[in-house]
Each structure stands twice: as C-alpha cells, then as structure tokens.
C-alpha cells in the first residue's frame, strides 16, 4: 500500500481540508431533500372570436408521459374498432368526469380517429354547445391505455352548423407539444386537409362534424403574453370529386 500511495502525484489533504469537507459532509446529511415535484402544463382551449356564445377556458391537467415523441403519427386517420373505442373510452370518460360543463350522461361520441399508437376522441352535446376532447396512448391491438390528456369548450348557446360546402372552425385545444381542432362540416364536403406548421393533416370527417390532431402547437406566445394561432389553411375535396384549395371557414 504505501508503494502505491507513493506512486500517487495528488498532494495529500491539510488538516483544514478535512476540516471543511467533514462539515460539508455534515451539511448535506442534515439537510432535508426537497420533495419531487410535478410540473404543471397548461392547456389552452381556444375559439373563434366571433362564437360570442363560446366561453375560452384555461385548463391545467397532467401532461402525463412528458415529451413522448410522436414517431408514430400519421397525416391520414385510421377508424377505431368497436373494441378500441370500448377500451379508450371509457379512459377518456374518467378524465372528464370533473367538466362540470360536459354533461357526459348527454354527451355522444361523434367523431374518434387513430394516428399511429395515439387515439383521438371528440365528445359533445349540442345545445348548449360543449365539446370534451380526448387524447390518449394505446398501441394497436394493447390492451393498456395511458397518457391521456383531455380538454373542454363549451358555449351557452346552440352548436353552429355547416350547409352545401360550408365548413367552421370550432374549439381548438391546444397541449404541450400536440393541438387538437373541430368544426362543422356541410354535406358536400367529403375530405378536409389542415396545413399547418409544415404539416398536412387529414380531418376526419362524419355526421356534419371534423376534427384533427397533430404533433404541433397551434398557438404561440407573440412575446407580449397574448397567443396567436399559428397559421392553418384548408383544401376540400367535396362529394362531386372537385378540389377547392385555401378554402374559407364560414364566418
């Protein structure tokens, strides 16, 4: 041993650095670990501004798995199977239960869309108008559920509908790293693509309703605490075959 303490070029320790690391020592043992905390995310619902009747609500929920890559998304929608949506729902109705403004025993399923392992959900009742979204992990053909995020619009008036080619915008909920939107869509519109953020995403489109979801933030801060959508723009492929490009919500 004191061979190799010969070999060792380090100049040993003075009697005031033990001094100092014993009380470091000391220091850290009596002091208490500060308790782990979770960061709160925000989720911002956000809706046209001239849906007067529509309230904007600011909701905080947990993020869950926080910064899950979404390698798996996909442009274009899958349907659910009626087992998938049995499973995932329920999931979803959980989370939900505490949205005093979505009457769930009322509420309807009216659209679900899968986009790789992740499932979307759009519940609503039309009058007064509230919207529960729903987005939550779940490989296909896995029988477990998790990360589910979910957010609420709601109006005190009726929902808005869409007529011939028509189509609206509707509440759009806005995750950490995702953005779910929905809106209205006329009888004559067979096909609805969001382009956004260097994205092109296909709607589901059913029953006079659309909505989407994608791996993106649709709004941002402008430096000035205010958001701002980023900007969307929409091509339709209507029932006839034709394609209408940069397409104009109804107002």
């Given at each position: 041993?004191?061979?190799?303490r ?7 320790p003075?009697?005031?650095?033990y ?45 869950g ?128 693509t ?58």
């Amino acid at each position: 041993m004191k061979s190799l303490r010969a070999l060792d070029v380090a100049t040993p320790p003075t009697f005031e650095q033990y001094e100092r690391a014993a009380a470091t020592l000391d220091r850290i043992v009596a002091t208490r670990p500060d308790p782990p905390r979770r960061r709160p995310f925000k989720t911002w619902i956000l809706v046209p501004a001239l849906a007067a009747t529509v309230a904007v609500l600011l909701l905080v929920v947990p993020w869950g798995q926080s910064g899950r890559a979404y390698a798996t998304w996909t442009p274009i929608p899958a349907a659910l199977s009626p087992a998938e949506t049995g499973l995932v729902g329920p999931a979803c109705q959980d989370e939900m239960r505490p949205y005093s403004q979505l009457d769930l025993d009322r509420a309807q399923l009216v659209l679900a869309e899968r986009r790789g392992e992740y499932v979307a959900m759009l519940y609503r009742h039309d009058n007064p108008e509230s919207s529960g979204f729903c987005l939550a992990h779940n490989r296909p053909g896995s029988d477990d559920v998790d990360d589910v995020k979910t957010g609420l619009a709601g109006g005190s008036g009726p929902a808005a509908t869409a007529s011939g080619r028509e189509f609206t915008e509707g509440a759009l909920a806005s995750f950490p790293q995702a953005s779910i939107t929905e809106g209205a869509a006329g009888p004559d519109i067979a096909e609805l693509t969001i382009h956004t953020g260097g994205l092109s995403v296909r709607a589901t489109v059913h029953n006079g309703r659309w909505v989407a979801w994608w791996p993106g933030q649709a709004v941002k801060e402008d430096g000035n605490g205010q958001w701002r959508d980023v900007p969307r723009t929409y091509d339709l492929l209507l029932t006839d075959g034709r394609v209408v490009k940069d397409a104009q919500p109804a107002r």
